[in-house]
């Protein structure tokens, strides 16, 4: 039996899956990366550092905020700048404004008409109205947190090398703040909805690979953590990760210590569970997680928890900003140039980006590397796994299930054509 | 009968569907208006015969043209969506570089075996174009705009003039009086000078207004002593790409 999908529906990006069995066993089995290629660290080189964060910020709409963020993050430590804590909290909020956007769209567009047995979630405007009601109300309000914060949802505005070129207003923080705590009951009916799912029973165990937060559940960080007992400062990445190219994608492929691992929800719920919120920890118990969850489509499951804490850590954040209120500064300027990494857990894992500046403040060198990379050898290793499980059920029944698995991770191929010179194992 | 519209991307951020799709409040209505039968980011159905295509990103690869070309052919109009697709955008950022040489940078030799890769050119220099969203990302609020004209039959049109305009409207300070350099003044408006509002400055995503160099506009940049020599490299984010329409 030959199955091909191509340009495979519902993620970010085009890719083909192909597979290829025969009486019984897998042949052949590719996640292939057809998406033209597009060269952002050439893009990068010569720019000056006003411009990096907004080129960079255009590797992918969807976590576009996550790319500006760390960015920017990487270019001021390289430039020897340190913002303030206000800027600091403001960028958490941004970050948790992303993540929940993010995550909504890739639960209720993406994900759940798979589970309704539809093509897309248009269908269900019709038949399950109060939900399509539901999910695009949650999205609207990660979006005005973007909005208020960021001058935008996709590709944001305000957020410049050294702090913000505008601030939120005091009042839109409060409305924001009265909309986010009217929202928390609501979502109960989100866990009620990814909790009756019925979730293909799958396990595979991989090494998941996060930041490990100090007191809070990480999104900036310097200590990086596998279960499989990595544990690096974030400077040493290359040293744990090693990207390789195979023949068929125009994305790399990446391995941690020479094996593939997973990285984003599931990942960074397994190592950092005891750090969720209250409520989000309710959620992950009530959804089943644990911190050994070894079955990758639940990733949708940590993906609604994550959705939960950052709903209860937005309102913290609007509160401390409300209380020591929102202070004018101006951005920061440079100190000295020099190199610098940083890292930020993206909604869809960990999203790395390095620069090296020259002393008119130009980009020498840039290296950024994308969740999706890290996680495209785990989802061809889970298929490899699951395909031989399934191949009684006939064609159609495993094409479905094989998207349903590609598409809990939430691949984003749009960005994962990224690239820089490595060395070829 | 409805009229049925696709949407479909080449190489992009996807920023500018995500956008369409960021347009909560009108979202149902337009689900009532219109037949959406292709959106590959949200949907795995597939439609035939289209009355709008919108098509995000650049054109890169003889694979892409093909694709392009068969998109085209099946349906009635053809919409550039965003900047990528417009003038290729951010995309072009690299046009003055052999496509050869970035994909070792990146790739390392072993790359050129499997890689077919291009200049990346906006829809135009492969097929003819009906209308256009411009902006990296896009408007939403321009988008619908676009839309209501299709939709009831008009040629949908651009703004003529320049983003410096909308900011004087607005009374917005201007970024040159302090020293930031903004493209605002041969930049075509609509976007209803987004980014300066927000404290940024213009750099120009919405392509340039019609023959700028002839417009009073462009001697605002010289007489702010800009060189022709800098007025390019700001002009090379977004506006070089014009190059690549050839
Ligand atoms: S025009 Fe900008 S926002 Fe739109 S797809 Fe291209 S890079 Fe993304
Ligand atoms: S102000 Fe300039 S850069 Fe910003 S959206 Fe408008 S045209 Fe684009």
Same mark, same amino acid.
């Not at chain 1, 576009?64 to 909020?93: D, F, P, Y």
């Given at each position: 039996?030959?199955?091909a999908v191509n340009h495979l529906?519902?993620i970010e990006g085009h890719a083909n899956l192909v597979?290829?069995?025969?009486?019984?066993?897998?042949?052949e089995l590719r996640l292939e990366i057809v998406e033209a290629p597009r060269?952002?660290?050439?893009?990068?080189?010569?720019?000056?550092?006003?411009?990096?964060?907004?080129?960079?910020?255009?590797?992918?709409?969807?976590?576009?905020?996550?790319?500006?963020?760390?960015?920017?993050?990487?270019?001021?430590?390289?430039?020897?700048?340190?913002?303030?804590?206000?800027?600091?909290?403001?960028?958490?909020?941004?970050?948790?404004?992303?993540?929940?956007?993010?995550? !909504?769209?890739?639960?209720?567009?993406?994900?759940?008409?798979?589970?309704?047995?539809?093509?897309?979630?248009?269908?269900?405007?019709?038949?399950?109205?109060?939900?399509?009601?539901? +999910?695009?109300?949650?999205?609207?309000?990660?979006?005005?947190?973007?909005?208020?914060?960021?001058?935008?949802?996709?590709?944001?505005?305000?957020?410049?090398?050294?702090?913000?070129?505008?601030?939120?207003?005091?009042?839109?923080?409060?409305?924001?703040?009265?909309?986010?705590? $009217?929202?928390?009951?609501?979502?109960?009916?989100?866990?009620?909805?990814?909790?009756?799912?019925?979730?293909?029973?799958?396990?595979?165990?991989?090494?998941?690979?996060?930041?490990?937060?100090?007191?809070?559940?990480?999104?900036?960080?310097?200590?990086?953590?596998?279960?499989?007992?990595?544990?690096?400062?974030?400077?040493?990445?290359?040293?744990?990760?090693e990207e390789y190219l195979v023949p068929w994608s125009t994305a790399k492929f990446a391995r941690?210590?020479?094996?593939c691992?997973?990285?984003?929800?599931?990942?960074?719920?397994?190592?950092?569970?005891?750090?969720?919120?209250?409520?989000?920890?309710?959620?992950?118990?009530?959804?089943?997680?644990?911190?050994?969850?070894?079955?990758?489509?639940?990733?949708?499951?940590?993906?609604?928890?994550?959705?939960?804490?950052?709903?209860? #850590? +937005?309102?913290?954040?609007?509160?401390?900003? !409300? !209380?020591?209120?929102?202070?004018?500064?101006?951005?920061?300027?440079?100190?000295?140039?020099?190199? +610098?990494?940083?890292?930020?857990?993206?909604?869809?894992?960990?999203?790395?980006?390095?620069?090296?500046?020259?002393?008119?403040?130009?980009?020498?060198?840039?290296?950024?590397l994308i969740p999706t990379a890290q996680n495209l050898a785990n989802i061809e290793a889970?298929l490899?796994?699951?395909?031989?499980?399934?191949?009684?059920?006939? $064609?159609?029944?495993?094409?479905?299930?094989?998207?349903?698995?590609i598409?809990?991770y939430?691949p984003c191929i749009s960005c994962s054509t990224h690239l820089l010179?490595i060395?070829f194992a | 009968?409805?009229?049925?519209?696709?949407?479909?991307?080449?190489a992009?951020?996807?920023?500018?569907?995500?956008?369409?799709?960021?347009?909560?409040?009108?979202?149902?209505?337009?689900?009532?208006?219109?037949?959406?039968?292709?959106? #590959?980011?949200?949907?795995?159905?597939?439609?035939?015969?289209?009355?709008?295509?919108?098509?995000?990103?650049?054109?890169?690869r003889?694979e892409?043209?093909?694709?392009?070309?068969?998109?085209?052919?099946?349906?009635?109009?053809?919409?550039?969506?965003?900047?990528?697709?417009?003038?290729?955008?951010?995309?072009?950022?690299?046009?003055?570089?052999?496509?050869?040489?970035?994909v070792?940078?990146v790739y390392g030799?072993k790359g050129e075996a499997f890689l077919v890769a291009?200049?990346?050119?906006?829809?135009?220099?492969?097929?003819?174009?009906?209308?256009?969203?411009?902006?990296?990302?896009?408007?939403?609020?321009?988008?619908?705009?676009?839309?209501? +004209?299709? !939709?009831?039959?008009?040629?949908?049109?651009?703004?003529?003039?320049?983003?410096?305009?909308?900011?004087?409207?607005?009374?917005?300070?201007?970024?040159?009086?302090?020293?930031?350099?903004?493209?605002?003044?041969?930049?075509?408006?609509?976007?209803?000078?987004?980014?300066?509002?927000?404290?940024?400055?213009?750099?120009?995503?919405?392509?340039?207004?019609?023959?700028?160099?002839?417009?009073?506009?462009?001697?605002?940049?010289?007489?702010?002593?800009?060189?022709?020599?800098?007025?390019?490299?700001?002009?090379?984010?977004?506006?070089?790409?014009?190059?690549?329409?050839?």
């Amino acid at each position: 039996m030959k199955i091909a999908v191509n340009h495979l529906a519902r993620i970010e990006g085009h890719a083909n899956l192909v597979i290829d069995s025969v009486r019984g066993t897998v042949r052949e089995l590719r996640l292939e990366i057809v998406e033209a290629p597009r060269f952002f660290e050439p893009m990068l080189t010569g720019r000056h550092y006003s411009d990096v964060a907004h080129i960079a910020a255009r590797i992918c709409g969807i976590c576009s905020n996550s790319h500006t963020l760390v960015s920017l993050q990487a270019t001021e430590q390289a430039l020897g700048i340190e913002v303030s804590e206000q800027t600091q909290s403001l960028r958490r909020l941004l970050a948790f404004g992303e993540i929940l956007q993010s995550h !909504l769209v890739q639960l209720f567009f993406m994900a759940l008409p798979d589970y309704y047995g539809e093509a897309s979630i248009l269908p269900l405007v019709h038949t399950e109205r109060a939900l399509v009601q539901h +999910a695009l109300e949650l999205k609207k309000l990660a979006n005005d947190i973007l909005r208020v914060v960021g001058g935008r949802p996709v590709h944001p505005v305000t957020p410049v090398v050294g702090g913000f070129a505008r601030l939120p207003e005091a009042a839109d923080l409060q409305e924001l703040r009265r909309r986010l705590v $009217r929202v928390l009951p609501d979502l109960e009916a989100s866990v009620e909805i990814f909790g009756s799912l019925d979730y293909p029973d799958f396990e595979r165990d991989t090494d998941c690979f996060s930041l490990r937060g100090g007191d809070d559940y990480p999104l900036f960080g310097r200590q990086l953590v596998s279960s499989g007992g990595v544990d690096c400062a974030v400077e040493d990445y290359r040293d744990v990760l090693e990207e390789y190219l195979v023949p068929w994608s125009t994305a790399k492929f990446a391995r941690l210590q020479g094996r593939c691992f997973m990285v984003g929800p599931l990942a960074r719920l397994r190592n950092n569970f005891d750090l969720l919120s209250p409520m989000a920890r309710q959620v992950a118990e009530a959804l089943g997680l644990t911190p050994d969850t070894a079955n990758p489509y639940r990733i949708l499951a940590a993906r609604l928890v994550e959705v939960v804490h950052g709903v209860e #850590r +937005a309102i913290h954040l609007i509160d401390e900003l !409300l !209380l020591a209120g929102l202070q004018a500064e101006e951005p920061l300027p440079p100190q000295r140039h020099g190199r +610098a990494v940083a890292v930020i857990e993206a909604p869809r894992g960990l999203l790395f980006h390095s620069y090296s500046y020259d002393a008119q403040g130009r980009i020498e060198q840039a290296d950024c590397l994308i969740p999706t990379a890290q996680n495209l050898a785990n989802i061809e290793a889970d298929l490899r796994a699951r395909v031989p499980e399934l191949l009684e059920t006939g $064609r159609e029944e495993l094409t479905r299930q094989c998207e349903q698995l590609i598409r809990a991770y939430d691949p984003c191929i749009s960005c994962s054509t990224h690239l820089l010179t490595i060395d070829f194992a | 009968m409805k009229p049925r519209v696709g949407f479909f991307d080449f190489a992009s951020c996807e920023g500018c569907q995500l956008t369409v799709l960021n347009l909560e409040n009108e979202l149902l209505d337009l689900v009532e208006l219109m037949e959406i039968v292709e959106f #590959r980011e949200i949907s795995s159905a597939h439609g035939e015969e289209l009355d709008i295509a919108f098509v995000e990103g650049s054109i890169c690869r003889p694979e892409d043209v093909k694709r392009l070309r068969a998109i085209r052919a099946r349906s009635r109009q053809l919409i550039a969506l965003g900047a990528c697709a417009d003038t290729a955008g951010i995309n072009a950022l690299t046009s003055d570089r052999p496509v050869a040489e970035l994909v070792r940078e990146v790739y390392g030799d072993k790359g050129e075996a499997f890689l077919v890769a291009g200049r990346p050119r906006p829809l135009e220099a492969f097929v003819p174009v009906d209308g256009r969203v411009p902006g990296c990302p896009i408007d939403g609020g321009e988008f619908l705009t676009v839309l209501q +004209a299709l !939709l009831i039959g008009r040629t949908p049109e651009l703004p003529t003039f320049a983003v410096c305009a909308e900011c004087k409207l607005r009374e917005l300070p201007c970024t040159f009086e302090r020293d930031v350099i903004c493209l605002g003044p041969i930049t075509r408006a609509g976007c209803n000078a987004h980014c300066i509002a927000e404290g940024d400055r213009c750099r120009g995503c919405r392509g340039m207004v019609d023959a700028p160099r002839s417009g009073p506009y462009y001697r605002i940049l010289e007489e702010y002593g800009l060189s022709e020599e800098q007025i390019r490299d700001e002009l090379r984010l977004y506006n070089l790409g014009g190059e690549a329409k050839k």
